[in-house]
């Protein structure tokens, strides 16, 4: 998928059928600014939003991915590659998951051993506060990159309009949550709600 073809694809589309950023935006009750963003290459569509933006254009899913309009021949071959590719990016979300609970435990780990040490162990005060603030730096750090991994594994979905989006990050930090909802603004509606987690990518 690229998404410059494809945001180049979209202007072409809409300007064909004589649409303004804005009417296409009302059509799919989103904004203005998510338009402009897809056309110029900054962002795909969500999956969400893929077959209602494929209806409002007059083409097929296929051919949004691909950026060009296909006949017969080569559209089989397009699908699949799309298909491919929209399946390896959930993967990788699906890894990046795993990676992070993997550091989560360990971080957990390492900072229960320090913090055990400075506690049990025969030392200098010194060497305790130190030990304690080696295990400080440990887990801080640590769920500091575990948020930067999980917040771009995956997206949220707006229990509202269905759009999927990825928080921002002081979003994502201050949001209170469980293990798989984030209480967040949706940017579509505007609406604050806890949002499920997905693993596709918008
Ligand atoms: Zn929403």
Redesign the pocket.
Known sequence: MDQIATGKFIRELRKERGMTQQALADMLSISEKTVSKWETGKGLPEVGLMLPLCDALQITVNELLSGKRLDGATFRQQAEENVARLLQARQEAKKKLAVCIALCAVSLLAGVALVLTAGLAEMQTWARILLLCVALFVVGGQIAIICVIDREAGSFE?P??K?RFVPTMKQFVLAPHTFTRRRLQ?P??G?TSYCRRRLDKS
Do not use: K
């Open positions: 707006c509202y309009c759009a949706c579509h509606c609406r």
